[in-house]
């Protein structure tokens, strides 16, 4: 039993999430993007699988794509727990925190600014 459960286990963390390679107009937008989270007080930069994560202190709110992106080619995650809204979509499963925002196009760059001052806020 304790052999299954390990097991099981090791086989969860040895998988990893598909990550989708970024073309050159969403590195330029996530360039932008991590600009402007670099400008905000208190946060930091680290590079993380293909993205990069933004920390306000001590604490994630944000993983950016750098060369790789979650979800999907065109998506960034927000460290967003029980926030629920028609653009945001479950990114890691249910209760892990983060969300993942789709960026459609430029246009898309102020809101996901909105969502991510928001985890700004919340993860301090």
Same mark, same amino acid.
């Not at 097991?7 to 969403?26: G, T, V, Y």
């Not at 944000?62 to 060369?67: F, H, V």
């Given at each position: ?16 999430? $598909? !990550?989708? $390679? ?15 989270? !670099? ?28 060369? $790789? ?7 960034? !995650? ?13 990114a890691t ?32």
């Amino acid at each position: 039993m304790i052999y299954a459960i390990i097991l099981s286990n090791w086989k969860c963390m040895a998988e990893r999430p $598909k !990550l989708f $390679k970024i073309d050159d107009e969403m590195k330029r937008w996530c360039v932008a993007i991590g600009d402007e989270l !670099l400008a905000w007080p208190d946060v930091t930069a680290k590079p993380m699988f293909g993205m990069t994560g933004f920390y306000r202190g001590q604490n994630i709110f944000a993983a950016i794509p750098r060369t $790789k992106a979650p979800v999907t080619a065109r998506s960034l !995650l927000i460290k967003l727990p029980s926030v629920r809204h028609k653009r945001l979509k479950d990114a890691t499963g249910p209760g892990s925190g983060w969300v993942a925002f789709e960026l459609e196009s430029a246009n898309d760059i102020n809101e996901a600014l909105l969502w991510l001052g928001r985890a700004y806020e919340e993860n301090s």
